[in-house]
C-alpha cells in the first residue's frame, strides 16, 4: 500500500513551453500533496504544499507564477512549469500524505521526474 | 526555524563494516523524525521513523537510530553493511503535527566488496 506515481519519469523540452507533470496516490486519498526539487547531489528542497481543494502555500523564494499547483483531487496534484528555462533543469518529486491513521504524518514518496530545458 | 544537519557528506566503507552516520536538527518542539534512502536511479524509500516511545528505533534492512532529545540527534546505524547498502541517505524531521519535511543534505555512502 501506500504507492505514489509520477508521469512522465522524464521529460526534454524546449525553453519557453510549460510542462506538466502528474503526482497520482494509487491506493490511498492523499489530503496533501508536496512538491520537492533535487538539485544533483543535492538534498530535496520543498516548493510547495497543497491541499485538495484549496491553494498552494508555496516556500520562500518559489514563484508561484511559475510553478503551478493543482490539486484537484484526493488522488490527484499536478505541477506546470510554465516557460520553462534551462535553469529549471532538475528532478521534481512529489509525496502524498494520508493525514488519517497511523500512518496518518509519513509521507509517500514518488519516483521522481527528471526535466531537462534545452 | 526547523533545519537539519547531516555531518558526514560521503562515506566509504568495506562490507562488514559497522556504520553511524550522523543527524542532529534545530527545533524546539514536539519532533518526528525520519531516515530515508534513495538507492542509485530509484525514488525514496522510509528506512526508519520516530514518533515517540522507545527512542531506539528498528527499522527496515538491519539499519536503526536513537533519539537523543538531550542532543537533538538521531544517528542512524548498522551493525555491518553490504555492498547493497551503497545509497543516499537523507535525514528528515516534521514538527509534531506540522505537515512540512526538512531534509538534511544527505549522506552519500558507497561500500566496497
Known amino acids: 500500500g501506500a504507492v505514489v506515481s509520477q508521469h512522465p519519469s522524464w521529460v526534454i523540452c524546449k525553453s519557453g513551453t510549460s510542462v506538466k507533470i502528474e503526482c497520482r496516490s494509487l491506493?490511498?486519498?492523499?489530503?496533501?500533496m508536496f512538491w520537492y526539487r533535487q538539485f544533483p547531489k543535492q538534498s530535496l528542497m520543498l516548493m510547495a504544499t497543497?491541499?485538495?481543494?484549496?491553494?498552494?502555500?508555496?516556500e520562500q523564494g518559489v514563484e508561484k507564477d511559475k510553478f503551478l499547483i493543482n490539486h484537484a483531487s484526493l488522488t490527484l496534484s499536478t505541477l506546470t512549469v510554465t516557460s520553462a528555462h534551462p535553469e529549471d533543469s532538475s528532478f521534481y518529486i512529489c509525496?502524498?500524505?494520508?493525514?488519517?491513521?497511523?500512518?496518518?504524518?509519513?509521507?509517500?514518496f514518488g519516483p521522481g521526474t527528471r526535466l531537462t530545458v534545452l | 526555524a526547523q533545519s537539519v544537519s547531516q555531518h558526514n557528506h560521503h562515506v566509504i566503507l568495506s562490507e562488514a563494516a559497522s556504520l553511524e552516520l550522523g543527524c542532529n536538527y534545530s527545533?524546539?518542539?514536539?519532533?518526528?523524525l525520519f531516515w530515508y534512502v534513495q538507492y542509485p536511479g530509484q525514488h525514496l524509500q522510509l528506512l526508519l521513523k520516530?514518533?515517540?516511545?522507545?527512542?531506539l528505533v528498528k527499522g527496515i534492512k538491519g539499519f536503526e537510530a536513537e533519539f537523543i532529545k538531550s542532543k537533538f540527534s538521531f544517528n542512524l546505524r548498522k551493525p555491518s553493511v553490504q555492498w547493497s547498502d551503497t545509497a543516499e541517505y537523507f535525514c528528515?524531521?516534521?514538527?509534531?503535527?506540522?505537515?512540512?519535511?526538512?531534509f538534511g543534505a544527505g549522506t552519500r555512502l558507497a561500500v566496497h566488496p
Open positions: 509525496s502524498a500524505r494520508d493525514g488519517t491513521g497511523p500512518r496518518g504524518n509519513e509521507q509517500f
Open positions: 491506493d490511498f486519498q492523499a489530503t496533501t
Open positions: 497543497s491541499n485538495e481543494g484549496s491553494k498552494a502555500t508555496y
Open positions: 527545533y524546539g518542539g514536539t519532533v518526528n
Open positions: 520516530y514518533f515517540s516511545g522507545d527512542p
Open positions: 528528515a524531521v516534521t514538527g509534531g503535527g506540522y505537515n512540512k519535511l526538512i
